[in-house]
Structure formats: C-alpha cells, structure tokens
C-alpha cells in the first residue's frame, strides 16, 4: 500500500530531511510515525502524498510511483489517499455538511447526492446532528471530526494524518483515534505523525516507526525488534 | 455548469471583497475611459478639420471652358481627388459679396470683375496629407491657363503635425493606461484568489484536476472584469453627460469601443486569474 525504498529529500537551505528511509505500510495496517519536532514525520507524509517528490529513492503509493508520477496526475493519487491535518483546514463560512460535501463535490459525486453522502460521512465520524453548524461553532475534535469526514469523501484505501489530536484535549484526542481504529478495523492503512508518546503508549499494539534526524531508528515490526526488547523510546 | 455555480457563489459568499475588486477594476477601466472619450472627440475634431483641407486652383480669364473640363476631368482620375467644382468669375464676386458683406459697397462700384475663376479640389478620405495635397497642386500647375494654386501650405503641414502629435500621444497615454489598468485587475483577481487559497488547498488535498479547479475561478476574473468594465462604461457615460451638458459638447464613443472596453476587462481578469492561479496550482 505505502513503500518507501532508500527515500532521501534534501532541501538546498535545510539540507537533509530524510536519509535513506525505508519502510512499508501494508493494506488494512495502523501505523504511529514518531519522533522529535523536525526529525522528518510531515515530510515523509508530504513525500507519501506526493505534495513534494523525494531527492533520491522512490515512494510508492497504491501503486503510484514517485518516479513516475507528475505533479498534473497526483489529483488521481490524492483520491485513494486521505489527509487529516493538525489544525484542521475547514473552509471558513460553510458548515460542516457544506464542508464535506465540497471534497464530494470536487471528485465527482452526482449533486442530488452530494446531501445525502454528505450526511452519510458525518454519520461515520458521529457528527451527523452537527452537520448545520458553522465550521467556527463546532470544537477542536468536532471540527477534526469534519476534516477526517471530508478525507473519507474519496473513500481512500490509505488514511494520512499529520499530528491529528496536536490541538486537541486528551478527551477529544482519544475520540479521535478510536475513531482511526474504527476506520482501519474497516480496511483502511492509517499513518498518524504524532510527537505525543503517552498516547503512543495506549495503543501498544499499533506498529511504531520512529524518525530521527531524518533516519528511521525505530520500527516495532522490523524482525530484529520483535526478537529483542523493543529499544526505549523516550524521545 | 460546477464551475459557474461555484463562480457565482464565490459573489455570494464574499460579496464585499467581491465589490472591492470589480470597484478597483471599474476605476482602472473608468480612466481608460474618460482617455478614450478625450481622445476620440480630439480625433473627431482633427477630422473634421481636414475635411477642410482642399486645393483652390484659380485659372486665367482667358481660359476655355473646355479646357477647364478637361483640367477637371483629370484631377477627378487622381485617387487622392474625390470630387472638383469649377466657380466662375461671377460665381467668385456673388461669394465674395455673401462672405464679406462690409465691402458690398466696393464690389456694386467695381467696372471690372477682378476675381479669377476657380476650380475647388475636393480630396478624398485619406488623401489631405501634405503630400497628397502637393501632388494635386503641381498636377494643376502643368495646365498654362492656371494662373495659381493655394491650399495653405503652412497650415496643412502645422495640422498633419498636430494629429502625429496627437497620436502618437494617445498611442503613449492609452497604452500605460492599459497597463496601469490590466497591473490593477491583475492586483484585484490575485487578492481575491489569495483570499480563497485555502479552497484551491482542500481541492488539491482532496484530487481535484487542476482544471477543476481553475475554471471556477477563471469564470470568476472574466466575470469581475466584465462587471467592472460595465461599472466603467457607466461612469464614463456619467462624466460624459455631465460636461456635454455643463461645459461643452462632447461625442460619445462608438458602440465597438465600448464593447471592447468591456471585452478587454473580461479578457484581462480571465488572464489575471490564470496567471494567479499558476502559482497556487504548483504547489502540489
């Protein structure tokens, strides 16, 4: 579903962000990506969902080559692949339905469907009695709720989410991740960024990958790890 | 049709940063306006002007009537000669008496008629050039019986140059209005797509084609331009009103001018709005 092979992304200013990372995301798998602030979790993602391009390597996604694909064909990667951002990015003015269904909209869905797929979507997320609600009016997990309904829009196979709970409570937090765990117990690949290691730690049986200084220096379902302790992580 | 929903509900959903720049792209049209109103009513006058540009060609009095059709009928073949008139003698002394009534006196007194025959020259359109008008009166000059030609040398020259002047400084002013016009929607347009940048990033982050994308908001410039071309036409036609009817009598500009004007706003905010767009459409 997700493979990196030997990626590598330098920039001309910051120089390396990722070195030589390598990993793989299978069908239907929940994945934490952790490390520091920097150590490379949102460029990885950004490389995964191909807003930026690796400087050597390849990243393949649902079959789609970094080599290969073109900034003009990445809208076709974009709607097997969803993306949940921190601070959320809903569409100010529009409510939560108008939210959703502007994603449905952009990928084609018939307009006397728009409504009723709209609701559908935040039915999943548990927000079908908010859908009327101005984007401002709902709260932090309310409206990361939206966004995550307006990611499932494209139905993707693969579910990216860039520090998801890093502006929410730990209430809403954990809303949020049951939520992820609903969704991948439905198929879906979640790859979630987070710093947060106490909620790491809830989820013991979620794979961990870890990042450091743009190296992988941690995966918690590389066979040398499951022989051994797993290393300490208290990054 | 997503597309001219979307562009419309743009207008609705932001109606004051919608009436800011169809305001800012009126006004940058409004000054090419009022230069379109002044310089076509100073490229009527110059017209009409040269439409009295002619050359007098006066013959002797012992010229033959034959000889005159004969002088007539071949500046009628020139292309630069749409039409001639011959005036005779009395012809010549009736004009004088109805054009200068103060010396009528003198004219009743004469013995002798000393005013020549006449023939007038009438130069077609295009043709009232210094040169055209050279030509003319050296073809007359051949005839001996032609005693003289006039065409006021000096101020045929002085008026050509006015109207090089002239348009060489509407070509100079009307093409930094232009510029300054099209820099000015271009500004509106780009404002009103950074406002609504976020809305390009959800559409990308959700797989939208970037023609999807683009046609919304390219429907939007060309819509805002034409809006504000029309405001334009509206205020230009006010200020036009009102110095015909307070301070002086002004031509209104012809209906494809104004169609143009409008044209050209629709075409500059759809061009300003795809330039814009590009960038927003390279970040992946």
């Known amino acids: ?235 | 049709m997503h597309a001219i929903r979307e562009a419309l509900a743009a207008f609705r959903r932001a109606p004051l940063l919608t009436a800011l720049s169809t305001a800012m792209v009126a006004l940058a049209l409004y000054v090419v306006g009022l230069f379109a109103v002044a310089s076509y009513n100073l490229h009527e006058a110059l017209e009409r002007v040269e439409e009295r540009v002619e050359v007098v060609v006066y013959v002797r009095d012992d010229a033959r009537d034959s000889e005159i059709q004969l002088l007539e009928e071949e500046l009628r073949s020139m292309e630069e000669v749409a039409d001639t008139r011959y005036y005779s003698k009395e012809d010549a002394l009736q004009r004088a008496r109805v054009d200068l009534p103060e010396f009528e006196e003198l004219f009743t007194d004469l013995e002798v008629n000393p005013l020549p025959a006449s023939v007038e020259v009438e130069l077609g359109a295009g043709f009232r050039t210094p040169e055209s008008v050279a030509r003319v009166a050296d073809r007359a000059s051949i005839y001996p019986f032609v005693e003289a030609t006039r065409y006021g040398q000096e101020w045929v020259d002085r008026l050509f140059l006015l109207r090089r002047i002239g348009g060489i400084t509407t070509a100079i002013l009307g093409s930094a209005f232009a510029v300054v016009a099209a820099l000015i929607i271009g500004t509106a347009v780009r404002i009103a797509i950074f406002a609504r940048r976020e809305e390009i990033h959800v559409m990308r982050l959700v797989g939208a084609t970037h023609g999807f994308i683009r046609r919304p908001f390219l429907l939007e410039g060309a819509l805002t331009g034409i809006l504000g071309g029309g405001l334009a036409v509206a205020l230009t036609y006010a200020s036009y009103l009102g110095v015909s009817r307070l301070i002086f009598r002004l031509e209104w500009i012809p209906l494809e001018w104004v169609v143009a004007g409008i044209a050209a706003g629709g075409l500059f905010g759809l061009l300003a709005s795809a330039f814009a767009l590009r960038r927003y459409l390279r970040e992946v």
């Open chain 1, 1 to 235: 579903m997700i493979k990196l092979n030997h990626v590598t992304k330098e920039y001309a200013r910051r120089g390396k962000a990722l070195d030589d990372v390598s990993f793989q995301v299978k069908k239907g798998e929940f994945a934490f990506l952790t490390g520091h602030s920097g150590s490379g979790k949102s460029t990885t993602l950004r490389l995964i969902h191909m807003a930026d391009f690796p400087t050597g390597g390849e990243v393949l996604v649902c079959g789609f080559s970094s080599n290969v694909t073109t900034p003009r064909d990445v809208w076709k990667l974009r709607r097997r692949v969803g993306f949940v951002f921190q601070e959320f990015r809903l569409l100010p003015g529009r409510t939560a339905l108008q939210n959703v269904t502007f994603a449905l909209e952009v990928t084609g869905t018939p307009r006397k469907e728009l409504a009723s797929q709209g609701r559908r979507l935040l039915a999943q997320v548990g927000l079908a009695v908010k859908s009327g609600m101005q984007a401002h009016e709902l709260s932090g997990g309310e409206q990361q709720r939206v966004a995550i309904a307006r990611a499932l829009a494209n139905e993707p196979l693969v579910l990216l989410a860039d520090e998801p709970t890093g502006n929410l409570d730990e209430r809403a937090a954990r809303g949020i991740m049951e939520l992820f765990r609903d969704l991948n117990a439905r198929g879906m690949a979640v790859l979630m960024a987070t710093h947060d290691l106490d909620l790491v730690r809830a989820y013991p049986d979620v794979r961990v990958l870890e990042l450091n200084e743009g190296r992988l220096v941690f995966d918690s379902a590389a066979p040398e790890v499951a022989d051994e302790p797993a290393p300490a992580r208290d990054a």
